[in-house]
């Protein structure tokens, strides 16, 4: 049987010195009825093109014999065809297979194959297929396409960002179920009204955008960075951070965006609250309060600059 799935045509010719002349073979598909080994050979040929590329091999393979005659048995049993090949793929075919097969004796004692039948049964293997390829591949894309979706709902359309929601359910996560240090960056552009009534909206766009891109290239693969109002941004940088480490941070921030607003022609500035977390002790509602109190702070102080939330 090995043989027969394999698609592989050395190991398929030298099955014919086994098989009548006459065999009756049956498959699953509709189009697998064949009489005759010139038929059979029509078919296989067929099936190796489409097999191309696929490895298949048998597993748990099980096999008994029935004697009908002095010369004439029935051989019947099952197998699992798998394919060899999974990296990289999600859904992966298996074909639970049952055979059936009436061999007979020849005087000199070879074994020929008179008939077989052998059923997979998988409602998705459609019509001339060699194996439930379209149901693979479409599976597959229906993956591929909700991986997609599920990013898609994650993300702020405009900035590529986590939007709120999404940036409050990453950053509870790591404060409530990994228990993480790290510093809170809660990030508000300026008199940003005055770009929007000065500059157009579509200049006020595209400094939403600009900014989204420098919080993004300051957050690494561990830290999340999100849009959570209509200017206003959130950082989460993971880890045991210093004081300091948190201020050059900010400056930077601070410094970058300042660039964006000179190269467009603008007044306005950024402002930050900073909070640490240590050990998640703060809950993410909480954290962002405190960020808050801060960010409200270094706006009283005449923006353009940042400040640490201080334990009152």
């Not at 090949?85 to 009436?102: H, Y």
């Not at 898609?152 to 359910?169: A, P, V």
């Not at 970058?256 to 977390?277: A, H, N, P, W, Y």
């Amino acid at each position: 049987m090995e043989s027969y799935i394999s698609g592989d045509q050395m190991k398929i010719e030298k099955m014919f010195e086994y098989l009548s002349p006459d065999i009756l073979v049956i498959g699953t598909g509709k189009h697998e009825f064949y009489h005759g080994l010139e038929s059979l050979i029509n078919g296989l040929q067929k099936d190796q093109k489409e097999a191309e590329g696929i490895d298949f091999i048998i597993r748990n393979e099980w096999y008994e014999a029935k004697l009908v005659s002095e010369d004439v048995c029935i051989v019947y049993g099952e197998f699992e065809a798998g394919e060899s090949d999974v990296e990289g793929k999600q859904v992966v075919i298996n074909m639970d297979t049952r055979i059936t097969a009436v061999v007979h004796a020849e005087i000199n004692g070879r074994l020929v194959i008179d008939s077989l039948h052998h059923s997979v049964p998988y409602i998705y293997q459609q019509e001339d297929e060699y194996y439930p390829k379209t149901f693979a591949s479409q599976a597959e894309e229906a993956m591929r396409r909700s991986a997609v979706l599920e990013k898609d709902i994650q993300l702020d359309s405009m900035t590529g960002l986590f939007n709120r929601k999404f940036t409050e359910k990453h950053i509870s996560r790591l404060l409530t179920e990994e228990k993480a240090d790290g510093l809170l960056f809660l990030l508000d552009l300026d008199e940003f009204k005055k770009v929007n009534d000065q500059k157009g909206h579509q200049a006020g766009d595209a400094l939403i955008k600009r900014t989204a891109a420098v919080l993004e290239e300051h957050a690494g693969d561990s830290d999340i960075a999100g849009r959570i109002g209509g200017d206003e941004f959130m950082l989460f940088v993971k880890g045991v951070h210093s004081r300091n480490e948190g201020t050059q941070i900010a400056d930077q921030l601070i410094e970058k965006i300042g660039i964006i607003f000179t190269g467009m022609d603008l007044e306005q500035s950024c402002s930050i609250g900073i909070v640490r977390v240590r050990k998640g002790d703060l809950s993410f509602t909480k954290a962002y309060h405190n960020a808050d109190k801060a960010l409200y702070k270094a706006k009283e102080e005449g923006r353009g600059t940042y400040c640490w939330y201080e334990t009152e």
